[in-house]
């Protein structure tokens, strides 16, 4: 199975994230791949990278220009060589089993293309925030094939699904005019297949102040107002392209 590791001047948190996927517990018949594919780093990402993993058999290292989160996913996904693909922030931790259990909720369920999970929260520094990212953020995980709901807001976390390389041929090419990945993989993953949930976190996730996906509250009624504002903004371009899909040759 291959895990793409997106990086974007992560020097400070970039080896305790692989180092979490190295030391995952997982049966011998698991053979795992981890993809880091650095989006033009400028901070010493690349240093710590070359010094600690340049020589191993089990971490690939890709180099590439700067732009953009999209692109860098799609990157490592078409690097992949795994039958399962996860994903995994660059300043996130995947707890000892996350591997191992959603290898095995893909491969019981044959209808099911997806898993994601629930996450523990932490700071900068490892200590826990919060025990639920969901009970944190009052978000209602659903299994199955809810397009619909998905077509609203996304309940999906990038950092903990993992997925059939089946799906690459669906959700592939990520429209690079979208803020995140996630979304639309879980939209177009509900599309055709069922998804599905682990109810327990699987991933540790790192709330610091460079954070893409979490921003340090601010509450001031400008901040709100430019926060909705930039909501609708996403919201508008994620229908756009969801449209355009739709009258590709992809769903004919």
């Known amino acids: 199975m291959s895990i793409i590791v997106p990086c974007f001047n ?3 948190f970039i ?9 995952q517990e997982v049966n011998k018949d698991i053979e795992i791949e981890i ?4 989006d033009g780093s400028t901070d010493d990402t690349l240093t710590v990278l070359d010094k600690y993993y340049c020589r191993s058999k089990l971490v690939r290292i890709i180099k590439k220009a700067h732009s953009g989160i999209i692109s860098t996913v799609t990157r490592g996904f078409y690097e992949a060589k795994g039958d399962f693909i996860a994903l995994q922030g660059a300043d996130d931790l995947s707890y000892p089993n996350r591997v191992q259990i959603q290898v095995e909720m893909l491969t019981e369920a044959s209808n099911t293309i997806l898993t994601y999970s629930d996450l523990t929260l932490i700071d900068e520094y490892g200590n ?5 990212f969901w009970n944190e953020y009052n ?30 041929d669906k959700i592939l090419p990520i429209p690079t005019i979208l803020p995140y990945e996630d979304h639309w993989i879980a939209f177009i ?3 055709y297949y069922e998804i ?3 109810d327990k976190p699987l991933v540790m996730y790192r709330k610091h102040a460079n954070n893409s996906n979490l921003e ?3 509450r001031s009624l400008s901040k709100r107002v430019e926060k909705k504002f930039k909501w609708w903004i996403q919201k508008f371009l994620f229908y756009r392209e969801y449209c355009k899909y739709l009258l590709s040759e992809k769903v004919r």
């Open 35 to 38: 993809i880091v594919v650095d």
């Open 139 to 168: 978000i209602t995980p659903l299994r199955g094939k809810p397009t619909k709901e998905l077509l609203k807001n996304n309940f999906v976390s990038g950092g903990t699904m993992m997925f059939k390389r089946e799906l690459l």
């Open 10 to 12: 992560a020097s400070r």
């Open 128 to 132: 826990i925030i919060s025990k639920s």
């Open 15 to 23: 080896k305790q994230s692989i180092d979490s996927l190295l030391d």
């Open 216 to 218: 340090v509250e601010k």
């Open 189 to 191: 993953a509900s599309l």
């Open 196 to 198: 599905n949930f682990y």
